[in-house]
């Protein structure tokens, strides 16, 4: 399995911007398309973003497009999450996750085999 922890994470005001990274360590030559999740106090874990292997597919949930952008660079064994136009209900714990590359990409968190610790978004009105 791979190794994940999540950074960026902060207190922001609406309308403002924060980039999350996720560094991957371990089995990092297979190849896993990468997921960023969040939960928020009392909800249910919710899929945010997914990106491929080569980073030529993308996928966002319809809450935060237009606004979020998830990127990887996989030289650097990281992918980012670029979260723009935050509004208070964006207020989360954001994890990121990784699954076999040899899987069709997914928005359940079930089928995602690593995960990090989290990093809190906290957005302010």
């Known amino acids: 399995q791979v190794q994940l922890v999540e950074s960026g994470g902060g207190l922001v005001q609406a309308g403002g911007s924060l980039r999350l990274s996720c560094a991957a360590s371990?089995?990092?030559?297979?190849?896993?398309?990468m997921g960023w999740f969040r939960q928020a106090p009392g909800k249910e874990r919710e899929f945010v973003a997914a990106?491929?292997?080569?980073?030529?597919?993308?996928y966002n949930t319809d809450s935060v497009k237009g606004r979020f952008t998830i990127s990887r660079d996989n030289a650097k064994n990281t992918v980012y999450l670029q979260l723009n136009s935050l509004k208070p209900e964006d207020t989360a714990v954001y994890y990121c996750a990784a699954a076999s590359a040899a899987m069709n990409i997914s928005t359940y968190s079930k089928d995602y085999a690593s995960w990090g610790q989290g990093t809190q978004v906290t957005v302010s009105s």
């Open positions: 990106i491929s292997w080569s980073g030529g597919t993308t």
């Open positions: 371990g089995r990092t030559r297979s190849s896993y398309y």
